[in-house]
Structure formats: structure tokens, C-alpha cells
């Protein structure tokens, strides 16, 4: 495990394995375990599996906690953006890097969670559930970029007319220049989570380090929808080099400017970005659980796209505080609810 910076021999080994997998993803990264040492409330664990001096897996997992105090304690979790990585998928590696992941979060974590981002074969959802691991259904969607034709082909007849109104009434859409925008950006996402979203979201210092460190190495792009020189939406994205974009944040005054459609264009200049920049897919990053009725996975599905169910791997490790925290967790939404 690396908890400092890696010492340069190492950490070049690392981005030569990294760069060799087939399964990637930039949250598996060098450079996000070095924007994440920096966030508050995020304690990023690099562990990497070495032998014959070689690197032959990795696996990044983030600590992420509310606050501090009481607060720190009851809310604390461990979350992997997909991974763990290894040559062939060799359940020897993964099985280690999974065990040591264990041992490492068991006692200050309530839990642990896996965010598939590809389907795993038979032999590694096995050493998945033999570490504890139970695997919950969750959607996501997938839109491919890598077409002859624009990407807004693949949307719903209503979503283009949506799209091409937004467009003729002025709105534009570029990438962030400044901190100041970044900021103003954040006070959009601030009031969107604080009044429908009703979920934690990270401080201003997430995004303002995101635009200072990701985006500069070409690992991320904040894009931001502009009418009549006032800001009205944005969408903070990932880039895995090669191989897709994401949607991390998205926000709109949808209900300000509706025959603008601020969050139709975030999302869609976000896939136009990437689809000119020769990336081969959009992630959604979610679309909720299959059973229960979700209204944003309504609005994504008519950007097009696979519907696919990667689904989570899930690990209490501290059941009794996990109960109490998760009903600490539903009465704080409820009364945010009201507020």
C-alpha cells in the first residue's frame, strides 16, 4: 500500500500497468490518488501488488467522511471506483488485493462498496462474495461516441428538439477558465443538492482542486452552459484517456430557463466533448436501482445509450453502527426534506 506520493521508480512502474489495462479507468489513477490525497475528507488508499519487480495489480479505494467528530465516525465509508485492476484477472491478485483492502478498512469504515464499471467474470464475482462481498443490483448507461454520425443521433425525437431549441436561442457552452466560474459553478450544485438531491456533496475545495490538478492533464473537463452571459448550468466529467468521459456532477436551472434546457446541454456538450475528442463512450455513472422508480434515469435514457446492470459489491464491516448510522442517515434526509 501506498499512503505518500510514490517515489518516482515505482510510480512510473504503476502508470505503465495502469496504461496496459484493458479495463481502465482514470479513477484507478496516478493522478486521481493525487487529487484525492488533497480533498478534504478523502483519504485515498493505493494498494499495489509487485512481484519480480513488477507491477501486477492495483487497487485505489477512497475513504470519504461528512465531517468530523461524531459526524466523521458515523458516516465514514470506503468506496472503489471500479477496480481492482490485475494482469489477466488473476484471482491470486485480486483475491489479495481484496483481503488486504479488508483488513485495512474493516475498523474505521462502516462499509465498503465496489462501483462496477464493467461486468466481472464468474471466477472474480466468486472471490468477491468469499471476501465478503454481496453484489446489489445497479443501473448505469452507456452512450458510444465513436460514430460517423453526431452523437445526438442516438436521442429521443423529443430530446433533439429539445437540444436544437437550446442552441438557436443563444445558450452556449464552453469549458471553465477560471476558479471564479468553477465557484459559481458550486453555488449551482450547492442549492440543486441542498433542495432536491438531498445527498452529501463535496466542498467547493473538490472542484476547485479538480480544475487546478485534473483538468490540466487532460483527466477531467469542467464545461459550463452560459445565456446571456449568466451561468445556468455545468457538468463536472472524468476522462480516462482513450476510452470515455463521465458524468460526475450535472446541474440546471431547468425550471428558470425551461425553453433553454440547461441540463440537456451539459450533458450533451459533455458527450459532443468527448466524442470530438476521439473518446469511445459516455458514462452515466448511474441510473439507480432497477426496482425503484427514478426520475433522473427517465432524463438520461433519452440521451440513448446500453442500459446495462453492473450492479455494486457491498461489505458491512461494522453492522451495528452501520444500522444506526443508516437510520441517523434517513432521519437527517427526512427533515432535510422539509426544510
Known amino acids: 500500500m501506498i499512503r505518500d506520493v510514490p517515489e518516482a521508480g515505482l510510480e512510473k512502474k504503476i502508470r505503465e500497468f ?28 493505493l494498494f499495489v501488488a509487485i512481484e519480480s519487480d513488477r507491477v501486477t ?12 467528530g461524531l459526524l466523521s465516525l458515523m458516516s465514514q465509508r470506503c468506496v472503489v471506483y471500479g477496480g481492482p485492476m490485475a494482469e489477466g484477472d488473476e484471482p491470486r ?23 462496477n464499471f464493467r461486468e466481472w467474470p464468474d471466477h472474480v464475482h466468486n472471490i468477491f462474495k468469499a471476501n465478503g462481498f454481496v453484489l446489489r443490483d445497479r443501473l448505469n448507461s452507456f452512450v458510444l461516441l465513436q460514430e460517423k454520425f453526431p452523437v445526438e443521433m442516438q436521442f429521443s425525437t423529443s430530446r433533439r428538439r429539445q437540444l436544437k431549441k437550446a442552441l438557436q436561442s443563444g445558450a452556449i457552452v464552453r469549458e471553465a477558465n477560471s476558479q471564479k466560474e468553477v465557484d459559481q459553478l458550486y453555488t449551482l450544485l450547492e442549492d440543486l ?7 452529501p456533496l463535496p466542498d467547493h475545495l473538490f472542484f476547485r482542486l479538480f480544475f487546478e490538478q485534473v483538468v490540466p492533464k487532460g483527466a ?3 464545461l459550463l452552459v452560459w445565456y446571456k452571459d449568466k451561468l445556468i448550468g455545468g457538468i463536472v466529467s472524468p476522462i480516462t484517456k482513450g476510452v470515455s468521459i463521465s458524468e460526475l456532477y450535472v446541474c440546471g436551472l431547468d425550471r428558470d430557463y425551461p425553453s ?3 441540463s440537456v446541454l451539459a450533458t450533451w456538450a459533455a458527450m459532443d466533448y ?6 469511445q463512450f459516455f458514462d452515466f455513472m448511474g441510473l439507480g436501482r432497477p426496482e425503484v422508480p427514478y426520475g433522473v434515469r427517465d432524463f438520461k435514457l433519452r440521451f440513448g445509450g446500453n442500459q446495462m446492470n453492473l450492479g455494486r459489491y457491498a461489505r458491512r464491516n461494522q ?15 427526512t427533515i432535510r426534506s422539509k426544510v
Open 57 to 68: 495489480g492495483l487497487l485505489l479505494a477512497l475513504l470519504i467522511r461528512e465531517g468530523d
Open 18 to 45: 495502469y496504461e496496459s489495462q484493458s479495463f481502465r479507468t482514470v479513477f484507478q489513477s496516478i493522478d486521481y490518488f493525487l487529487f484525492f490525497q488533497e480533498v478534504r475528507f478523502y483519504k485515498p488508499l
Open 93 to 115: 491478485i485480486i483475491n489479495a488485493l481484496l483481503a488486504k483492502l479488508n483488513k485495512t478498512v474493516s475498523r474505521n469504515a462502516l462499509f465498503t462498496q465496489f462501483r
Open 220 to 222: 477531467g473537463v469542467i
Open 274 to 279: 468527448g466524442q470530438g475528442h476521439g473518446l
Open 319 to 333: 453492522k451495528v453502527l452501520y444500522a444506526i448510522a443508516e437510520l441517523g442517515y434517513n432521519v437527517w434526509r
Open 193 to 199: 443538492y441542498h433542495q432536491k438531491v438531498k445527498k
Open 260 to 262: 433553454i434546457y440547461p
